[in-house]
């Protein structure tokens, strides 16, 4: 199984960046897809959430300003980041989670955000 990221970088506030998680290995439909982000001495947090049938769920922090997608035919998870903050600044991470509980990450990537 592999989750690989892409798509982080370095950018100034106001600005956008696309992220993407491109998976091989797994049954992609089956899975619920999020994004977490994990800043220099913090806790992994939940960013955005997709799951199977493409209902979504985002962090009180994100909403109006990020857009989590899926594309199953592509086996890829997108997160479209507009309006970028320096507190955004952290490393993504992808997950795949099945129905029944099994799960991945990605190797993440990192997203820096100058003011």
């Known amino acids: 199984v592999q989750l690989v990221e892409s798509g982080g970088g370095l950018v100034q506030t106001g600005g956008s960046l696309r992220l993407s998680c491109a998976t091989s290995?797994?049954?992609?439909?089956?899975?619920?897809m999020g994004w977490y982000h994990q800043a220099p001495g913090k806790e992994r947090e939940l960013v955005a959430v997709?799951?199977?049938?493409?209902?979504?769920n985002y962090a009180d922090s994100v909403k109006g300003r990020f857009t989590i997608s899926r594309d199953n035919a592509k086996n890829t998870m997108y997160l479209q980041m507009n309006s970028l903050k320096p507190e955004d600044t952290a490393v993504y991470y992808c997950?795949?989670?099945?129905?029944?509980?099994?799960?991945?990450w990605g190797q993440g990537t990192q997203v820096t955000v100058s003011s």
């Open positions: 997709i799951t199977s049938d493409g209902s979504t």
């Open positions: 997950n795949a989670k099945h129905i029944r509980g099994r799960a991945y």
């Open positions: 290995g797994i049954i992609f439909s089956l899975y619920a």
